[in-house]
C-alpha cells in the first residue's frame, strides 16, 4: 500500500476485522474468532510502525494527509493527517487493542465474537479520533465510540452493569451534543468544517466563551474532571477487564486530546480567560480525588480514581500554557494508558481467580503468585510516579512547568508524588504482601504464559518510557511549539483586542 | 390544454390503474385470488417508486388539468419514497395481517387509495385539490384502523383518528376558504403572486394562515396537535400503524410545504414564529413523554412526535430576514430528514411485527428482550434503527439531524438548536433502552421468530440503508437539495 493511506488503513482495518470476526467464529467454537481477532490486531498494530518510522520530527506540519470530500453540502471532507500529539496515541491504541484481545482469550467465554468485534470496530474507532483534522468526522468518530463501549459494558459486565452503562452513555452524550452545536457554530461562520481554517477564524469573545464551555462539556466529561468524573468509577467497575483497559488507556486521552486540538487553538482567548477554572478543577482532581481514592475498598474503584487523579494532571499541564508542561502531560497520557491499563489488567488477572475485587479479601498474594507480584509490583510504583518508571517523566515535567507558571500551582500538583504513593502502595500491600490471608489466596496458581507475555509487553514499555522517553518527546516537540505559538495569538477581531486575556511573549523555548 | 406532455403522469396513472385491477381481481376471484391482489399492489408500487426516482432527475416542472395537478423534482422524490414505503410496509405486514385475518382485499384496496391520496397531496398545485388528497388518504386511512372490528382497542383508535383528523380537515378547509376571501383564488401560484404584490386584506389572510398551519400540524402530529398520534400507533393493528406512521408523514410534510413555499411564502415571517412554537413543544413532548412508555408502539409514537419537531426545525429556517437565499437548503434538509425517518419507521415498525406472532402481539418493550440471543442479526438491526434515532454518528439519524440543526443555526435561533439536542439528550435515553433490553436482557421466551424471509430480508437491507447512508449521506442530501432548488427556487 501507499504510503499516504496509511492512516485509512489504521482506521479502516480493525473495523474491517472486527465486522469479520462476527462470521468466522460462534459462541459454541470460538478458537477461530480469537486467533482471527489476533491476527486482525496485530496486522492494525504493525500498519502503525510505518507511521512511527516515517515520521517527521523536525516539523509541525500534519502528516501522512489524506483529503478528500465527504458531504460536499457541508463541505465536510474525510480529512486525515497526525502530528506529534496524536502519534503515540494512534499507536497506543493499536497496541492496547492487541492486549486486550489477549486478556479476553480464556476469560469471555459468552459471546465471544461479538466482544472481539466490539473491541476491534472501537480501536479503529479511535484511531479515527486522533487522525481527523476536519471537526464533524472527528465528531463522528468520538460519538461513534460510545455504541461498542456501551455494549461492552453492559454485555459483559458486572452486577450493576445497566446502571453503568447508560450513565457512562448519557453523561458522554450530554457533553457532546454541546460541543455538537459549538461545532455548527463554527460552520455558520466559516462555511467549513476544516480545522486548519477554524484556527485560522476570528471569533469575538463571547462567542469564544461559549464555545470553550460547549468544548469544554464534551471533553470534560470524557476526561473526566471533577465534577462530572461520577461516570469513571462505575463503569470501571462493572465493565469486563479489557473494557476497563480500554476505557483507562485510550478513551480517557480522546477527551483531553479534544483539548488541544479544538479548545485551545480555535478559542485561544477564552482558553486564557477559562484557564484559572480548569487549572482549579484539575488541582481538585489531582489532590481531593487523590483521597477519595484512599479509602476506596474495591481495587478497580482505587485505579479509577487514580485514572481521574491523573488525568487531573494531564490538563493542568495543557492549561498552564507553557511547553514543558504541555509535553509533561502528553508524555502522561501515553504513559498512563500504560500504566493504568497494566493495572487493570493485573487486577483481571486476580478476578479471575478470585471473583472478587474486595481488597479485604486478599492478603500475601505475594506466596502463591511471585511472578504476578512483581509486575504488579513495576506498575504500582509506575502508578505513583517512580523515577526509571514512564510514570515519574510526564508527572515530572508537568510539575517543572507549573511551577514556572506558579509556584503554588506547582507545589499543590506535587501532592500527587504523595499522594499516589499512598493509595497505590498502600492497596499494593493489603493485596500483595503479608501472610496467606484466607484458603482461596492459597489455591491460587501464578500468572500463565499467556497473562506473562502481557503483562511484559507493558513492562517492558513502562521501564523504556522512564529511562528513555526521547524518543517521544522528540516528536512532540514542534507539534506542541506550534500549538502554543497558535494559542498565544488572540484571535478577537481588531475591536475587541482591548480586552484580550493573551498575556504577551507566553512561548518559551 | 393542448400538446400536454402526460409522460409525468404515468406512474399515477398506472398506480391508478393497479387499484382498479386489484379491485376487479378481488372482486370476482375473492379470496382465492387474494395472493393476486397482494402480488399487485405490491409489484405496481415498486414499479412506481423505481418510476419516480428515475423521473426526479428531471429538473422541470409540469402542470396539467388548468394547473391543479403538478409533477416537479420535488414531487417525485417524495413520491419515489412513499411509494417505497408502502411497497415495504406490505412486506413487513404480510405474515403479520394473514395470522389475524385481516389478509383481505380491503386491506390492499384501501391501503393503495391511502396511497393515491398521498401521490395527489405531494403534487397538488391548488388548494382544493391539496385537500381532496388529504381526504382520499385520511378517510381510507380511518377505515384501514378500523378493519379490526371485533378489537375494541383498534376501533377506538379508529373513531379518535376519525374525529380528530374530521376537525383538523375542518381547520384546513376553514383556513382554505379565507385564503379564498382574501385572494379570490385557489391556485398555489397566485395566491402566491397576490400576497408578494401586496394586494390583499392582511388580517384575514394571516388568520387563514393559523388554521391551515394547524390542520399541517394536525397531519404531521405535532405539539398540541398531537394527541391522536399515540392512541392511534397504539391501538391501530401494526400492520396499519405502519401504513399510517410510514409514508403518510412524508405526505403531510410534502403537502405542509406546498401550502406554505409554494402558495404562503410571503407571509413566512408569521407561519415560522408559529412553527417555531409547535417544533419547540413537539421536541419537548416527544422526547419526554416517550421515556415513562411501556407500550413500544406508544413510545415509537412520541419518537414520532419529536421527528415531526424535527423537520418542522428544517420548514421553519427556510427564510432568514425575509430573504429565502438559504430556504433550498434548509427545506431540503428536512426533506432529506423525513425520508431517512420514514426509512427507520419502516424498520422499526417491522421489527414490531416481526416478532409478533399468532395471538400474540409483541407490543410491550419487555417483548424485545434478550433479541440479540434469539435472532442477533435483526438484533443488530434493530440496534441500528435505535441509536439512528438517538442521532448517534455514523447512522443516518444523525446526518438528517447535522442537516436540520445547521439549518436552525443559519437562521439565527442558536437557542432552538441547544433546545432540539439537550431534548435529543432525553430521547436517546429510551432508545438505548430498547437496545439494553435486546442485549443486556435474557429473553422472556424462546419461541422461535415467525416470519416470512422476506421481511427478514427486507429488514436486514433496511438496516444497512441507514447504516450507508450514515456513512455516505452526501448523495441523497445533495438530490434533496437540488430537488427543492429545482422546483421552486429556480435561479
Redesign the interface.
Known sequence: MQSQHLLSLAIWLPIVFGVLVLFVGSDKNPAPARWFALIGSIISLLVTIPLITGFNDGTAAMQFVEQSNWIERFNISYHLGIDGISLWLIVLTALTTVIVVISAWEVITVRVTQYLAAFLVLSGLMVGVFSSLDGMLFYVFFEATLIPMYIIIGVWGGPNRVYAAFKFFLYTLAGSLLMLVALLYLYTQSHTFDLAAWYKLPLGFVPQVLMFIGFFLAFAVKVPMWPVHTWLPDAHVEAPTGGSVVLAAIMLKLGAYGFLRFSLPIVPDASHFLAPVVIILSLIAVIYIGFVALVQSDMKKLVAYSSIAHMGFVTLGFFIFNQIGTEGALVQMISHGFVSGAMFLCIGVLYDRMHTRDIAKYGGVVNTMPKFAAFSMLFAMANCGLPGTSGFVGEFMVILGAVQFNFWIGFLAAFTLVLGAAYTLWMYKRVIFGAVANGHVAELLDIGKREFLMLACLAVLVLFMGIYPKPFTDAMHESVTSLLSHVAQSKLPSAQAGVSAVPTATVQE | MQNVNLNALLPDALLMAAVIVAWLNDTFTGDAGRKLTAGIALVSSLIAAVWYGALATDPHTYYFFSNMYVVDPFANLMKAFVTLGFAASLVYGRRYIEVRDLFRGDFYLLGMFSLLGQLVMISGNNFLTLYLGLELMSLSLYSLIALRKTHAISTEAAMKYYVLGALASGFTLYGISMMYGAVGTLDLGEVFHAISTGSTYNKVLLFGVIFIVAGIAFKMGAVPFHMWVPDVYQGAPTAMTLLVGGGPKLAAFAWGLRFLVVGLLPLAVDWQQMLVILAALSLILGNTVGIVQKNVKRMLAYSAIANMGFILLGLLSGVIDGRALGAA?AYGSAAFYGITYLLTTLGTFGIVMLISRRDFEADSIDDLKGL?KRH?LLAAMT?IFM?SLAG???LVG??AK??V??AT??AGL?WL??LA??T??FG??YY?RI??LM??DEPLDSTPLDTTLSAQALLIVNGFAILLLGIF??AL??VC?HALQFSFFKI
Open positions: 437548503n440479540n442477533p440496534a441509536f448517534i454518528p455514523p444523525f446526518s447535522l442537516s440543526l445547521s443555526m443559519d442558536t438548536t441547544v439536542v439537550i435529543s439528550l436517546a435515553f438505548l437496545v439494553k442485549y443486556f449521506p452526501g442530501m445533495t437539495q
